[in-house]
């Protein structure tokens, strides 16, 4: 152990004492994190290990090779961790507390049952399955009646994604939206099954809360994959700590009773929910992050689905292998540009009255905001909306549907003042269909 040296003092009766000395050094072998213990190397289980107790057993046994070693007539006395009257292991949590923050987060890289791995992988677990290619006809049969192809692929896009490292560059998240018991739960259960040990329940919505002050806790272990069976998003206080964990950015983790941290979020969160997400405008993040997925509601027979979930489970292998090559067949940023048009006609009400006066826009070269404010005001009144956007609010977000706006515009003899100009019409080319799809 690098950071603890065993050495050997003579005590005044002649006694040889055997103890552990401490270092304050940038650790290879013991990571830290709020002052507290996050994990140390094992050497002969050749991984990483967060049992704090593995602490005590590596360095007791190094005392006593040290003590065996003395070839002298003196009586050789230790100081080990395991017995606490020695006052080694408080000195121990004490020197924890001393140590700078490591930078590492363990098991970011997928370890199989076959991987060959070093300590530089910084896992602490390897996965029970093997990743190639094999029989998956109970998990074609099942997701093929819970889901189109379209759909299922979006998960299966994720999946893979995720086995092949580059999730965490990748600013997405999936929601499963629809009814109870449609079959949302039975992808989150497969998802979960693939990464076993890699993945966190969380709560996403302590993540949208403002109060929430230990809301970023669910993360302090940095897992592949967070999931939520049975969320809401449905009001979103604030989406700054939701997007920069979508985001992969740096976040600081406050635990209970530890001190403050800062770490990279790598997760690639899932939910499932009864309820459509609260978008709020066209430059929330949440609109350019939000991959949704529904089901087709279509049923599976008790005694069917039961028989296909048990043999899924001897297919875990094969459709991680399955996943991944969705992934790779469609690209890292297949879905860069996706908008997920369903959950915006749900409760994202400026998409919904610029959606309901498209003809109005599109037809006309341009459009002043004193015209498109009076229409906002009678969308308004029509669908009884509880607020009105203040006229200067209105004609920014406005702007989100043009490409180009201008304070003065002249076009022969006719001037303009605070216009509108090319209407984005491929906002809405799949509105139509997606609007008789939801209704």
């Known amino acids: 152990m690098d950071f603890c040296t065993i050495k050997v003092k003579t005590l005044k009766n002649g006694t040889l004492e055997v103890y552990p000395a401490f270092r304050i050094m940038a650790s290879k072998d013991l990571l830290v994190r709020g002052g507290k213990f996050y994990a140390v190397w094992n050497e002969e289980a050749n991984k990483w290990s967060t049992d704090i107790l593995d602490v005590a057993r590596i360095i007791d046994k190094e005392i006593y090779a040290k003590r065996d070693e003395?070839?002298?007539?003196?009586?050789?006395?230790?100081?080990?961790l395991g017995d606490f009257e020695s006052l080694k292991w408080t000195?121990?949590?004490?020197?924890?507390?001393?140590?700078?923050?490591?930078?590492?987060?363990?098991?970011?890289?997928?370890?199989?049952?076959?991987?060959?791995?070093?300590?530089?992988?910084?896992?602490?677990?390897?996965?029970?399955?093997?990743?190639?290619?094999?029989?998956?006809?109970?998990?074609?049969?099942?997701?093929?009646?819970?889901?189109?192809?379209?759909?299922?692929?979006?998960?299966?896009?994720?999946?893979?994604?995720?086995?092949?490292?580059?999730?965490?560059?990748?600013?997405?998240?999936?929601?499963?939206?629809?009814?109870?018991?449609?079959?949302?739960?039975?992808?989150?259960?497969?998802?979960?099954?693939?990464?076993?040990?890699y993945t966190s329940y969380m709560d996403i919505g302590a993540l949208a809360s403002k109060s929430?002050?230990?809301?970023?806790?669910?993360?302090?272990?940095?897992?592949?994959?967070?999931?939520?069976?049975?969320?809401?998003?449905?009001?979103?206080?604030?989406?700054?700590?939701?997007?920069?964990?979508?985001?992969?950015?740096?976040?600081?983790?406050?635990?209970?009773?530890?001190?403050?941290?800062?770490?990279?979020?790598?997760s690639f969160l899932f939910m499932a929910t009864n309820k459509p997400v609260m978008i709020t405008d066209a430059l929330s993040g949440i609109s350019r992050r939000l991959i949704d997925i529904r089901p087709t509601g279509n049923k599976v027979p008790a005694k069917k689905y039961h028989d296909l979930m048990d043999g899924i489970q001897f297919e875990i292998g094969a459709i991680a292998y399955h996943c991944l090559n969705i992934y790779k067949?469609?690209?890292?940023?297949?879905?860069?540009?996706?908008?997920?048009?369903?959950?915006?006609?749900?409760?994202?009400?400026?998409?919904?009255?610029?959606?309901?006066?498209?003809?109005?826009?599109?037809?006309?070269?341009?459009?002043?905001?004193?015209?498109?404010?009076?229409?906002?005001?009678?969308?308004?009144?029509?669908?009884?909306?509880?607020?009105?956007?203040?006229?200067?609010?209105?004609?920014?977000?406005?702007?989100?549907?043009?490409?180009?706006?201008?304070?003065?515009?002249r076009i022969g003899d006719e001037r303009y003042r605070s216009c509108y100009l090319g209407f984005k019409v491929s906002k809405f080319q799949i509105a139509a269909k997606v609007a008789e799809h939801i209704s």
């Open 329 to 409: 067949t469609l690209g890292k940023y297949y879905y860069e540009t996706y908008v997920p048009i369903d959950m915006m006609f749900r409760t994202d009400y400026f998409f919904n009255f610029v959606e309901d006066n498209f003809n109005v826009f599109s037809s006309q070269k341009v459009t002043t905001l004193k015209q498109a404010y009076e229409m906002y005001i009678q969308f308004c009144d029509e669908s009884a909306l509880k607020g009105r956007m203040p006229k200067f609010k209105f004609r920014d977000e406005l702007k989100n549907y043009f490409d180009d706006y201008r304070e003065q515009y």
């Open 91 to 197: 000195e121990f949590i004490n020197y924890l507390n001393k140590m700078p923050d490591s930078t590492v987060s363990l098991n970011q890289k997928m370890i199989f049952a076959d991987t060959v791995t070093t300590k530089e992988d910084y896992s602490s677990f390897r996965l029970d399955y093997s990743l190639k290619e094999g029989d998956i006809s109970n998990y074609l049969e099942l997701v093929s009646i819970l889901y189109e192809d379209e759909e299922r692929q979006k998960f299966e896009w994720a999946i893979g994604s995720i086995i092949a490292g580059d999730s965490i560059d990748i600013q997405k998240f999936e929601v499963f939206f629809g009814p109870p018991g449609c079959g949302k739960g039975t992808v989150l259960q497969i998802i979960d099954s693939i990464f076993k040990g």
């Open 70 to 80: 003395i070839k002298v007539e003196n009586p050789v006395s230790v100081k080990t």
């Open 212 to 266: 929430d002050l230990f809301s970023t806790e669910q993360f302090a272990r940095g897992p592949l994959v967070a999931i939520q069976t049975d969320g809401d998003l449905s009001r979103i206080e604030d989406n700054t700590k939701l997007n920069s964990i979508i985001s992969h950015e740096t976040i600081t983790v406050n635990e209970k009773f530890k001190s403050k941290y800062t770490i990279r979020s790598n």
